[in-house]
């Protein structure tokens, strides 16, 4: 072909532009980040079942523990520093238990000594190499073992203070083991300790810092042979009962106190004891003032003797030797100049009994003179009634109302403990944020009882 010819051909041949299109765009700008995930739900606070042991008059918390969960009766110790299992009966076998090596920060707060290593047995939770162990000590006899810390899966039910939800589970609930022999004078059926001391590892503050919530607990202990009480952990309320009554609202607050000395058998070092101090200052009985040596009300720091303590381990309030015949013997007076009750034969462990049919009933229980304990001030008292103050007994033909006190003798360490009967049917609020206990005096005034919480839908705990 001639070039001219050639040159014509591919001058009318149409030029044809490629554009990519912009579905096909090669940019390499990042596409925009996902949104963030929604925060979690803060976490509901918990509760656990107090049931009442009517061999030993003790309490019993009911918790679940290790994974699979199993439910543990636990006594409870208001006044413990940690909590501990029997893990030798049986064994103990979990799929998310972990020793704690010496070293590990929880071996810190209690300035844990002890290391332990195994040499004649296999590894497992009682026995593990550079492991760190506690001293755990029955708190009604004293008696101390050398154990193995754990870290296990703890479960309690959540609550919205009136009705219960699911069960939230502390992954990290930190716990000694023992051995059985240390359950000697617990309930029966029951398998260790559960402790709400003053402490940053008993089962309050492990609990609230694990799901970020406050540091505050409250008991709603009942004497009831069928129904439960109630502890409610990481809330200040409410605390709703049936019929709709939130015992949280109508509380008298006074400073919670700490005693610098500790009493357990092993001491440890630069800390209070765990126990849960109150400033009482006054006894009243029939609003008259019990003469009292006050200097035995308040705690000396040198020796820890002296002060009012809260005590779930003692049945009963139990007063040093000068205090205790004060109060009897204006108990007394009073029952009999204004009440018409001559005293009759007592029964041990009391000193002061009326017969039932000379007393009448009242809705807060037989109609005797209240005793008021009095604290930061004259307006500030907890009041005694006869729910309270008195315990029935009907054995071998008696049926008798005593005072119920008893004598702890002139040395006693603390000059006024108030054990778990006179606590029945109150509710006890100890917000450890602002170091103060809440009180309601009895509750059965307000129409309700410590057994008329909710419980229906976990009658398996």
């Known amino acids: 072909m001639p070039l001219h010819v050639l040159l014509l051909v591919l001058f009318l041949i149409p030029i044809i532009t490629v554009t990519p299109s912009p579905a096909l765009s090669l940019s390499t700008s990042p596409p925009p980040p996902p949104p963030p995930p929604p925060p979690p739900p803060p976490s ?93 000590e029955n708190p009604i006899n004293r008696k101390v073992g050398l154990e193995n810390a754990l870290l296990d899966a703890l479960g309690l039910p959540s609550t919205d203070g009136s009705s219960l939800g699911r069960v939230e589970v502390v992954p990290d609930f930190l716990f000694s083991c023992a051995k059985a022999d240390l359950l000697a ?52 309320g409410p605390y709703n009962f049936i019929p709709g009554i939130d015992l949280s609202k109508g509380l008298t607050y006074t400073p919670i106190l700490l005693n610098p000395q500790g009493d357990t058998v092993i001491t440890y070092a630069r800390e209070p004891a765990a126990e849960y101090y109150v400033g009482l200052t006054a006894v009243r009985v029939n609003g008259k003032a019990v003469p009292l040596n006050a200097t035995l009300l308040a705690i000396d720091q040198e020796s820890g003797r002296g002060g009012t303590m809260i005590s779930t381990v003692l049945p009963y309030t139990t007063l040093q030797t000068s205090i205790y015949r004060a109060v009897t013997e204006a108990f007394a007076r009073e029952a009999s100049a204004a009440f018409h009750l001559p005293a009759t034969r007592p029964v041990k462990p009391f000193s002061l009994c009326y017969s039932a049919g000379d007393v009448a009933s009242t809705r807060a229980g037989p109609a005797v003179p209240a005793i008021d304990l009095v604290m930061q001030s004259e307006d500030v008292f907890w009041r005694v009634s006869g729910a309270n103050s008195m315990v029935r007994i009907t054995r071998k033909g008696t049926d008798v109302w005593c005072l119920g006190v008893v004598d702890g003798g002139a040395e006693a360490r603390a000059a006024v403990v108030i054990g778990g009967h006179q606590m029945e049917d109150n509710l006890l609020q100890f917000d450890l944020g602002s170091m103060r206990l809440g009180f309601s005096s009895s509750v059965l005034l307000r129409g309700t009882a410590c057994a008329d919480f909710n419980f229906t839908t976990i009658d398996h705990m």
């Open 44 to 136: 509901l606070p918990l509760l656990a079942p107090i049931r009442k042991d009517h061999t030993t008059l003790r309490y019993t918390l009911s918790a679940y523990l290790k994974t699979p969960p199993q439910r543990l009766d636990l006594l409870l110790h208001l006044g413990g520093r940690f909590s501990w299992v029997d893990c030798y009966s049986g064994g103990y076998s979990s799929a998310t238990y972990r020793n704690i090596p010496c070293n590990f920060s929880v071996c810190v707060p209690l300035d844990s000594l002890a290391c332990g290593y195994c040499y004649d047995r296999p590894a497992g939770p009682t026995c593990s190499n550079d492991t760190c162990e506690y001293f755990p």
């Open 185 to 236: 004078e617990f309930p029966k059926g029951t398998s260790g300790l559960a402790t709400l001391g003053f402490s940053n590892v008993s089962l309050p503050v492990l609990v609230t810092e694990a799901l970020s919530l406050p540091r505050c607990f409250a008991l709603c202990l009942s004497g009831s042979r069928s129904a439960a009480g109630v502890a409610f952990v990481g809330t200040a």
